[in-house]
């Protein structure tokens, strides 16, 4: 491919609305153009990057034993019913009608369309297990589309599901899923941690995320560096509250006694006797305007992200203090208990579970005290309440935990019969029995994975592709092409590359040899071959590793060998 030909603008300004490294990078170097928000245009570099990453996943897909096909993108309604999720789903889903007024949606995720297509294909125990997959865009109204393609409303995912007989078969699978995750990922050139991960909305209870570890996450996690455990905070475990654990003293049941007119933090931490580095916070949060109170300990972050869990939403915003004022009769720029009069809380259970079982915030009057998480109360929807804190100590080794945002780019479910029962998605056993097909379900985000490989490979002057992904492998440069020597060298190195199947671009500009090397950088290929004016004096062009800056000079005919 000619430089002059290919359609890669480059932005010389940093853009305005670019959140992150890899999407500032990704529309500077002519990768994506927005379209809408969360929706965009793959330029051509990014679609051989795609492509690239799409063929290790499936690669990796097929070893393990899957099959590829394509399910359709526009699901109709009466699936998601059947299974409850059309009303659980929520905003996220993009809707639509057809001229006959039937409901569909866009596919955000493809659970329902496959279980329906095994239900009517799969008879018998002598076609299980089955693994199928495809690579596909997925639609999901997000409410913060962010970082360019990391948070789209359109974007591309591998998804997989297996088939098993039975408990011990879906183990085998996700065993299989698991080490199928781990070496894509490797081989993009990606660094990712599997976490353990609460199952959230798809349901299910076993599920690993692959997380890559970077400030821009949107999840947090928790990590060991002393053994390998590490868990989305989601689902990290409580450790007992200090006056429980290892106290000579016995715990006192817990009690619920009558509000207090509490008005500041220190008021609160003497009524809930507890020390006051471990208080919790009751903070008021508007979630989608209506004002929710949430007991939080630690990191304000967290808890937004674990609220807009709970309720579909990331539109989370601090009540103002007018509001807090004029709800709980609290001063303004006041952080502390609710379960003031007027206070509405959300009748969310976990949320109720957390304040009640902490402070009995959801009670207008009265507050439990002496509360021991675990004794007397079970959270319906996470592990636990207790967000795990760097310094924790580790559950597996007793090492210390670490913290860190983390970008989601694989996770890992196993479904059991979830969807098998509710769609009656049943096989017939070798014992004669009908039983429900044993599932799971696998994602990959392609195009978020592309992103994320930026974010971990770059430096001040662009991307850093790593060699399996890169949309090109090598540049040949002509430091000056009028220069009738120079441009038949870049030429010939170009074919010779190219003939050896080095995917090689020539950069064939009339342009200062300034804003070609810039450009070279700014896109990221593995290697720049220059002929430059050392080509006249010694016959010889330099190879430069754009991964360490390290220059090779190196004979016109061995530039080709060096490269490959
Ligand atoms: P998140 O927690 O970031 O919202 P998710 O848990 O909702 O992601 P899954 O349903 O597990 O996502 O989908 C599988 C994979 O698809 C994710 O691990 C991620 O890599 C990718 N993905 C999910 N949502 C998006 C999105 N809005 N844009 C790009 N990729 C996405
Ligand atoms: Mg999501
Ligand atoms: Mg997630
Ligand atoms: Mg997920």
């Given at each position: ?24 990078l ?50 109709p ?50 076609q ?63 660094q ?5 991960a ?77 020390a ?8 008021i ?20 992200v ?62 439990l ?19 795990a ?26 479904l ?10 049943t ?93 070279a ?44």
């Open positions: 491919m000619r430089m002059s030909a290919l359609l890669a603008p480059t932005l010389r300004e940093q853009p305005a609305e670019a959140e992150s490294d890899s999407h500032r990704m529309l500077r170097a002519g990768l994506i153009r927005k379209v809408s928000a969360g929706i965009y245009t793959y330029m051509p570099l990014a679609f051989r990057v795609i492509r690239k990453i799409s063929e290790i996943v499936r690669q990796e897909m097929d070893r393990a034993g899957a099959q590829e096909l394509q399910l359709p993108i526009v699901q309604a009466e699936l998601w019913l059947a299974t409850g999720r059309w009303q659980e789903y929520g905003p996220e889903m993009f809707r639509l009608r057809d001229r006959h007024g039937r409901e569909f949606c866009l596919g955000p995720t493809h659970e329902e369309i496959i279980t329906a297509l095994v239900k009517a294909e799969v008879r018998s125990y002598r299980l297990p089955l693994m199928l997959y495809q690579i596909q865009n997925k639609y999901r109204d997000e409410i913060r589309p962010r970082f360019g393609v990391i948070r789209g409303r359109e974007f591309i995912m591998k998804d997989l599901y297996s088939f098993d007989r039975d408990e011990a078969g879906l183990e085998i699978s996700y065993q299989k899923m698991h080490e199928a995750y781990v070496r894509a990922f490797r081989r993009c050139g990606l990712t941690r599997a976490v353990e609460d199952p959230g909305a798809i349901g299910g209870d076993v599920t690993h995320e692959f997380m890559v570890l970077s400030p821009i996450g949107e999840a947090q996690v928790v990590y060991c560096r002393r053994c390998d455990y590490a868990a989305n905070v989601e689902r990290a475990p409580v450790a007992p509250p200090p006056h429980a654990a290892g106290s000579e003293k016995p715990v006192p049941p817990a009690e619920r006694v009558a509000t207090p007119a509490v008005r500041t933090i220190d008021e609160l931490t003497a009524f809930l006797g507890v006051a580095e471990r208080v919790l916070k009751t903070l949060y508007l979630v989608d305007g209506q004002p929710v109170a949430v007991v939080v300990r630690g990191d304000h972050r967290l808890n937004e674990k609220l807009g869990r709970l309720f579909g939403t990331s539109r989370i915003e601090a009540a103002p203090p007018e509001l807090i004022e004029r709800r709980t009769g609290a001063p303004a720029g006041y952080v502390g208990p609710v379960g003031l009069e007027g206070m509405e809380v959300v009748a969310d259970p976990w949320a109720m579970a957390v304040a009640d079982a902490v402070t009995g915030a959801n009670a207008a009057d009265a507050h005290i002496h509360v021991v998480p675990g004794r007397d109360f079970r959270p319906t929807r996470v592990a636990d309440v207790r967000v804190e760097p310094g924790d100590a580790c559950p597996r080794c007793g090492g210390t935990l670490e913290t860190s945002a983390g970008i989601e780019v694989g996770q890992i479910f196993k059991h019969t979830k969807y098998s029962e509710a769609l009656g998605a096989f017939l056993d070798e014992d004669g029995k009908e039983k429900p097909v044993v599932m799971g379900c696998y994602g990959i985000g392609i195009t978020r994975t592309m992103a994320a490989v930026i974010e971990q490979h770059h430096d001040e002057r662009g991307i850093i592709w790593p060699v399996t992904v890169a949309p090109y492998h090598a540049i040949v440069v002509a430091v000056n092409s009028r220069d009738a020597g120079q441009a038949q060298a870049a030429e010939r190195i170009y074919r010779e590359l190219a003939e050896r199947g080095v995917e090689v671009l020539l950069d064939d500009r009339d342009e200062r040899p300034g804003v070609k090397f810039n450009d950088d700014l896109m990221g290929f593995p290697y720049r071959i220059t002929v430059g004016s050392r080509l006249a004096a010694s016959g010889e062009v330099e190879a430069r590793r754009r991964r360490d800056g390290q220059d090779v000079p190196v004979g016109v005919d061995g530039a080709a060998a060096l490269v490959e």
